[in-house]
């Protein structure tokens, strides 16, 4: 209130002593009381009234805006707004007109006010044309608020308390009637930008992995950019719509669709206040719940850990640990000083912990190595029937679920077929589309498993329209760890889905095996053909060493 006289210091101050009526937003003796104050120091007036009609704040901004206190951001857990409404002034017009800004709109919803209002202030300081505004549940024209137009205060004369009741009503109805599954909801944003991948594809696998998860996305926001918004990743409006579209749809999260950085990631948390998580983070929560040995939760652990680090930060200094030492020679060890330190402190632990699994995983291959039975380890994008295929040949129990990401720890068992060749068939964990840096560090021992084959099975899911950028992924990861020259045998699986002459066709010209992972008659041709290669294989290092091979072995 600098600059003010004392008159209108006390003025101010009297307003705390008014009682609006419940039966209305507010009295017109009120909003005259609110216009005299405003035009007399050509400045804004807004009060913030809680609904005893108690007013708990009165604000003076300068003579087009006012900027509100901090009112706390924590959410109700059973009323969906905070029980408070915004009653502004407005100078601008001379009292021949009212508008409702940018930002009292966007106080309305990020704040979830009851509502808020914005009165004239007219030539003799009466209050004059007033407009308010609520918050509007799930609608079909998406509309976040609705606007009303008043000439004067006291025509928006109606029971408030009563309004606001059944406006939150219409709010848990609609929310409850979106979410059925008992999941989490959630919204999913994607930033679809010019050679990118194919829009279409992204979010039927990011609806996918959050269905892995247990969240129900319950709306999808796409936005077309040249490119990634630098702060935001979407542009600031989209940010607002976001915002609002939580609000309806009584979202507390928000996944990204693609990466974020460390700084986008704190904008947009900082911007909207809701919980936000992007692609990694959503596929490392994944390995998270369906890691259940000792290494797979190691592991999961250190690369949740590796990619939370550069994302820890802090929001005020409440948490500081204030005057750390003798004299007081200036703050101490803040809070996220001691996460840091607690985590870096962890992730050398894991790191440890992770080259003792991988140094047992060395002795039980070196021990496989000694029986010289040839391995053979099945390699493929998630959800492709890795699992169901060994189950199959091998008789086995590995879990199988219509899920991604339902292998983490790779599984070996013993295959023999009839009287051929026994050979060892291993399972590994499935790969996606740019699978995050820090899972492929991560299980680096348990990837290593993949270099000691002999053999690989690349499996595929033919049935997916998309089976040759799957194709390609799974290639670059094999690449990408150093074995993108290890022999490979090719199998479309699922081809009971697609017409044979399709399957025929698609067979011939990529070279590969058909199958149906859960129909056995149809893999013979397949380990007819694993024997083949590895005979081959077994006959080229023997004849390397000038020694020979019992051929009938591998017949």
């Not at 959410?75 to 409702?100: C, K, M, N, P």
Request: proline letters at 3%; aromatic letters at 6%; glycine letters at 8%.
């Amino acid at each position: 209130m600098s600059g003010l006289k004392s008159s209108q210091q006390r003025a101010l101050e009297k307003l705390y002593r008014h009682q609006v009526n419940s039966a209305a937003p507010v009295t017109q003796g009120f909003a005259n009381r609110l216009t005299e104050i405003s035009g007399e120091i050509n400045r804004v007036v807004a009060v913030l009234v809680d609904r005893a009609g108690q007013v708990d704040a009165v604000v003076v901004g300068d003579a087009k805006r006012v900027y509100l206190p901090d009112i706390g951001r924590q959410r109700a857990a059973q009323d969906r707004f905070r029980g408070i409404r915004l009653i502004r002034t407005y100078l601008e017009s001379g009292g021949h007109g009212v508008e409702l800004t940018n930002d009292d709109l966007t106080d309305l919803s990020k704040l979830q006010l009851d509502m808020v209002m914005s009165i004239a202030v007219g030539h003799h300081g009466e209050a004059s044309y007033t407009k308010w505004a609520h918050l509007l549940p799930q609608n079909p024209e998406e509309r976040a608020w609705e606007i009303h137009s008043e000439e004067r205060p006291h025509d928006c004369f109606f029971d408030f308390a009563e309004f606001i009741r059944e406006l939150e009503g219409e709010f848990e109805r609609k929310t409850s009637s979106l979410l059925k599954t008992g999941q989490d909801p959630a919204l999913l944003v994607y930033v679809a930008t010019p050679g990118g991948r194919d829009e279409e594809i992204e979010l039927a696998e990011l609806l996918e992995l959050a269905r892995t998860a247990g969240v129900e996305i319950v709306d999808t926001m796409v936005q077309r950019r040249t490119q990634v918004h630098p702060k935001y990743a979407v542009g600031k409006g989209k940010i607002e719509e976001l915002t609002l579209r939580a609000l309806q749809l009584d979202c507390d999260l928000v996944i990204f669709a693609q990466d974020l950085t460390p700084g986008q990631l704190r904008a947009i948390t900082d911007a909207t206040e809701l919980k936000v998580i992007d692609r990694t983070q959503l596929i490392l929560d994944i390995f998270a719940q369906r890691a259940k040995s000792r290494d797979g939760k190691v592991q999961v652990e250190l690369a949740q850990l590796k990619y939370s680090l550069p994302r820890l930060h802090s929001k005020s200094t409440g948490m500081s640990r204030l005057a750390g030492g003798i004299g007081g020679r200036g703050p101490g060890e803040t809070k996220l000083e001691i996460n840091r330190r607690r985590a870096h402190d962890k992730i050398g632990e894991l790191e440890r912990e992770i080259v003792k699994i991988g140094e047992q995983r060395e002795l039980r291959r070196k021990r496989r190595q000694k029986s010289d039975i040839p391995i053979v380890s099945v390699v493929g994008y998630t959800n492709a029937g890795k699992s169901t295929l060994l189950n199959g040949l091998t008789q086995s129990s590995v879990l199988m679920e219509d899920k991604l990401f339902a292998t983490l720890r790779p599984t070996s068992r013993r295959l023999r077929y009839g009287n051929g060749p026994e050979m060892i068939l291993t399972d590994t964990v499935g790969f996606i589309h740019e699978l995050p840096e820090e899972l492929v560090s991560a299980f680096k021992a348990t990837l290593e498993e993949l270099g000691e084959a002999d053999l690989l099975i690349h499996l595929v899911d033919i049935s997916n329209e998309n089976f040759e950028a799957r194709m390609d992924a799974v290639n670059r990861i094999l690449k990408d760890i150093d074995l993108g020259d290890k022999e490979q045998v090719l199998v479309f699986n699922k081809v009971d889905l697609l017409k044979p002459k399709v399957v025929k066709a698609l067979c011939r010209r990529f070279d590969a095996v058909p199958i149906s992972a859960l129909d056995l008659e149809t893999t013979h041709v397949l380990i007819e053909k694993l024997a083949s290669r590895l005979f081959s294989q077994r006959r080229a290092q023997a004849s390397g060493r000038d020694a020979t091979v019992d051929p009938e072995l591998y017949d």
